[in-house]
Protein backbone atom coordinates (compact mmCIF):
# COMPACT_ATOMS: atom_id res chain seq x y z
CA UNK A 1 0.00 0.00 0.00
CA UNK A 2 1.52 3.43 -0.90
CA UNK A 3 2.34 5.75 1.39
CA UNK A 4 -0.13 9.01 0.82
CA UNK A 5 0.86 12.43 2.49
CA UNK A 6 -0.81 15.84 1.52
CA UNK A 7 -2.22 18.89 3.42
CA UNK A 8 -5.42 20.49 2.95
CA UNK A 9 -5.61 24.33 3.21
CA UNK A 10 -9.07 25.46 4.62
CA UNK A 11 -10.14 29.13 4.77
CA UNK A 12 -12.57 29.01 7.44
CA UNK A 13 -12.54 26.15 10.62
CA UNK A 14 -16.29 26.18 9.95
CA UNK A 15 -15.89 24.58 6.36
CA UNK A 16 -14.97 21.39 8.70
CA UNK A 17 -16.71 22.07 12.09
CA UNK A 18 -19.34 24.24 12.65
CA UNK A 19 -19.14 26.62 16.09
CA UNK A 20 -21.06 29.29 17.18
CA UNK A 21 -19.64 32.60 16.06
CA UNK A 22 -19.95 34.26 19.70
CA UNK A 23 -18.80 31.63 21.35
CA UNK A 24 -14.76 31.58 18.97
CA UNK A 25 -15.26 35.21 19.22
CA UNK A 26 -15.04 34.59 22.82
CA UNK A 27 -12.46 32.06 23.00
CA UNK A 28 -9.75 33.57 21.06
CA UNK A 29 -8.49 36.82 21.97
CA UNK A 30 -7.51 38.86 18.81
CA UNK A 31 -6.55 37.79 14.92
CA UNK A 32 -7.98 35.84 11.82
CA UNK A 33 -8.10 32.13 12.55
CA UNK A 34 -8.05 29.64 9.90
CA UNK A 35 -7.78 25.70 9.78
CA UNK A 36 -4.66 23.40 7.94
CA UNK A 37 -5.52 20.08 7.57
CA UNK A 38 -2.49 17.59 7.23
CA UNK A 39 -2.34 13.60 6.71
CA UNK A 40 0.61 11.07 6.25
CA UNK A 41 0.73 7.70 6.22
CA UNK A 42 -1.70 5.06 5.26
CA UNK A 43 -5.01 5.71 4.54
CA UNK A 44 -8.44 3.45 3.92
CA UNK A 45 -9.66 3.11 0.45
CA UNK A 46 -12.50 4.91 1.10
CA UNK A 47 -13.51 7.10 4.16
CA UNK A 48 -14.13 5.46 7.65
CA UNK A 49 -17.44 7.92 7.81
CA UNK A 50 -19.69 7.44 5.22
CA UNK A 51 -23.04 6.88 4.29
CA UNK A 52 -22.42 3.01 4.07
CA UNK A 53 -21.05 3.17 7.68
CA UNK A 54 -24.45 4.97 9.38
CA UNK A 55 -25.78 2.77 10.24
CA UNK A 56 -23.06 0.20 11.53
CA UNK A 57 -21.47 -0.08 14.54
CA UNK A 58 -18.13 0.75 15.71
CA UNK A 59 -15.52 -0.18 18.76
CA UNK A 60 -13.63 3.15 19.06
CA UNK A 61 -10.33 2.04 21.38
CA UNK A 62 -8.46 5.57 22.47
CA UNK A 63 -5.77 6.65 24.47
CA UNK A 64 -3.18 9.12 24.36
CA UNK A 65 0.37 9.21 23.86
CA UNK A 66 1.98 12.42 25.24
CA UNK A 67 5.51 13.69 24.48
CA UNK A 68 7.83 13.25 27.96
CA UNK A 69 7.64 17.35 28.47
CA UNK A 70 3.66 17.76 28.23
CA UNK A 71 1.88 20.16 30.84
CA UNK A 72 -1.49 19.70 32.08
CA UNK A 73 -1.94 15.98 31.47
CA UNK A 74 -5.56 15.18 33.19
CA UNK A 75 -7.15 18.50 31.69
CA UNK A 76 -5.82 17.19 28.44
CA UNK A 77 -7.02 13.90 29.03
CA UNK A 78 -10.52 14.60 30.32
CA UNK A 79 -10.95 17.61 27.29
CA UNK A 80 -9.85 14.37 25.00
CA UNK A 81 -12.65 12.06 27.01
CA UNK A 82 -15.35 14.33 26.39
CA UNK A 83 -14.33 14.90 22.77
CA UNK A 84 -14.01 12.19 21.61
CA UNK A 85 -17.90 11.05 23.16
CA UNK A 86 -19.15 13.77 21.91
CA UNK A 87 -17.75 13.51 18.00
CA UNK A 88 -19.01 9.79 18.17
CA UNK A 89 -22.70 10.30 19.81
CA UNK A 90 -23.13 13.44 17.66
CA UNK A 91 -21.59 13.06 14.14
CA UNK A 92 -23.74 10.23 12.42
CA UNK A 93 -20.39 8.07 11.57
CA UNK A 94 -21.66 5.04 13.14
CA UNK A 95 -25.36 4.01 13.92
CA UNK A 96 -23.91 3.08 17.58
CA UNK A 97 -20.12 2.98 18.74
CA UNK A 98 -18.53 1.58 21.84
CA UNK A 99 -15.84 3.64 23.15
CA UNK A 100 -13.22 2.41 25.01
CA UNK A 101 -10.44 3.73 27.50
CA UNK A 102 -8.86 1.14 29.19
CA UNK A 103 -9.55 -3.32 29.21
CA UNK A 104 -8.52 -4.28 32.29
CA UNK A 105 -5.54 -2.94 33.49
CA UNK A 106 -4.67 -2.48 29.59
CA UNK A 107 -4.67 0.54 27.97
CA UNK A 108 -7.28 -0.34 24.92
CA UNK A 109 -4.98 1.33 21.62
CA UNK A 110 -2.14 -1.05 23.17
CA UNK A 111 -4.21 -4.27 22.66
CA UNK A 112 -3.19 -7.20 20.77
CA UNK A 113 -4.96 -8.48 17.81
CA UNK A 114 -6.17 -11.45 20.14
CA UNK A 115 -7.40 -8.82 22.34
CA UNK A 116 -9.04 -6.71 20.26
CA UNK A 117 -10.79 -9.99 18.59
CA UNK A 118 -12.49 -10.94 22.19
CA UNK A 119 -13.38 -7.17 22.32
CA UNK A 120 -14.98 -7.50 19.52
CA UNK A 121 -16.51 -10.95 20.25
CA UNK A 122 -17.82 -9.14 23.69
CA UNK A 123 -20.39 -6.52 21.77
CA UNK A 124 -24.01 -7.29 21.86
CA UNK A 125 -24.06 -6.34 17.88
CA UNK A 126 -21.13 -7.20 15.91
CA UNK A 127 -19.08 -3.90 14.66
CA UNK A 128 -18.06 -3.55 11.61
CA UNK A 129 -15.70 -1.10 12.37
CA UNK A 130 -12.62 -1.07 15.02
CA UNK A 131 -10.44 1.87 15.39
CA UNK A 132 -7.64 2.65 16.97
CA UNK A 133 -7.18 6.36 17.91
CA UNK A 134 -3.67 7.76 19.33
CA UNK A 135 -3.84 11.14 20.90
CA UNK A 136 -0.27 12.71 20.74
CA UNK A 137 -0.91 16.69 20.67
CA UNK A 138 -3.75 18.28 22.34
CA UNK A 139 -3.34 21.67 23.42
CA UNK A 140 -2.41 25.27 22.26
CA UNK A 141 0.17 26.44 20.21
CA UNK A 142 1.82 29.73 20.42
CA UNK A 143 5.15 30.98 18.16
CA UNK A 144 6.80 34.40 18.75
CA UNK A 145 8.76 36.08 16.49
CA UNK A 146 10.58 38.54 17.87
CA UNK A 147 11.83 40.28 14.62
CA UNK A 148 8.96 40.90 13.25
CA UNK A 149 7.06 41.50 17.11
CA UNK A 150 4.29 38.46 15.95
CA UNK A 151 2.33 36.49 17.59
CA UNK A 152 1.20 32.70 15.79
CA UNK A 153 -0.80 31.30 17.79
CA UNK A 154 -4.32 28.54 18.20
CA UNK A 155 -4.42 24.93 18.84
CA UNK A 156 -3.56 21.77 17.89
CA UNK A 157 -4.66 18.06 17.22
CA UNK A 158 -2.56 15.13 15.94
CA UNK A 159 -4.02 11.65 16.37
CA UNK A 160 -2.70 8.08 14.84
CA UNK A 161 -5.74 6.42 13.38
CA UNK A 162 -5.41 2.63 12.52
CA UNK A 163 -8.71 0.53 11.54
CA UNK A 164 -8.71 -2.74 12.56
CA UNK A 165 -10.33 -5.78 10.73
CA UNK A 166 -12.85 -7.29 13.37
CA UNK A 167 -12.18 -10.70 12.35
CA UNK A 168 -8.54 -10.59 12.87
CA UNK A 169 -7.77 -7.57 15.07
CA UNK A 170 -4.99 -6.99 12.54
CA UNK A 171 -4.43 -3.31 10.79
CA UNK A 172 -5.86 -2.68 7.98
CA UNK A 173 -5.14 1.10 7.51
CA UNK A 174 -3.00 3.43 9.37
CA UNK A 175 -2.13 7.34 9.12
CA UNK A 176 -1.91 10.53 10.95
CA UNK A 177 -3.60 13.52 11.21
CA UNK A 178 -2.80 16.71 11.83
CA UNK A 179 -5.33 19.52 12.56
CA UNK A 180 -4.49 23.26 13.13
CA UNK A 181 -6.79 26.14 14.01
CA UNK A 182 -5.19 29.68 14.10
CA UNK A 183 -2.78 32.34 12.89
CA UNK A 184 -0.99 35.55 13.04
CA UNK A 185 -2.18 37.66 16.36
CA UNK A 186 -4.59 34.09 17.63
CA UNK A 187 -4.27 33.23 21.16
CA UNK A 188 -6.91 30.36 22.04
CA UNK A 189 -6.63 28.72 25.66
CA UNK A 190 -7.22 25.17 26.63
CA UNK A 191 -11.22 25.92 26.76
CA UNK A 192 -11.44 24.83 23.06
CA UNK A 193 -9.77 21.37 22.97
CA UNK A 194 -12.86 19.04 23.22
CA UNK A 195 -13.99 20.56 20.82
CA UNK A 196 -11.09 20.94 18.39
CA UNK A 197 -10.76 16.82 18.60
CA UNK A 198 -14.29 16.67 17.34
CA UNK A 199 -13.05 18.81 14.63
CA UNK A 200 -9.65 16.96 13.71
CA UNK A 201 -12.02 13.57 13.85
CA UNK A 202 -14.63 14.83 11.61
CA UNK A 203 -11.80 15.73 9.15
CA UNK A 204 -9.88 12.53 9.46
CA UNK A 205 -12.64 10.04 9.73
CA UNK A 206 -13.54 11.20 6.08
CA UNK A 207 -10.19 10.37 4.26
CA UNK A 208 -9.17 7.69 1.99
CA UNK A 209 -6.28 7.39 -0.69
CA UNK A 210 -8.67 8.84 -3.12
CA UNK A 211 -8.87 12.27 -1.27
CA UNK A 212 -7.50 14.92 -3.53
Given at each position: ???????????????????????????????????????????????????????????ILWGPRWRPNQKDIPLREAAAQ??????????????KATILRTIGDRNAIDLSPAEV????????????????????????????FS??????????VVLEIRALAPATGQTTSAFTAHWQNGGPWVLKGVATLEYDIACALQAALRVSRTTP
Open positions: MANVSGLIHVSSMWTICSIPVLLFAALVLVGCASTRFAVSGQPPGQPLCQKSSKDAAAVRGIAHFFSSSGCFARAVVAAEATAPRYVLSITVRELGPIVTLSLALVDGGTE
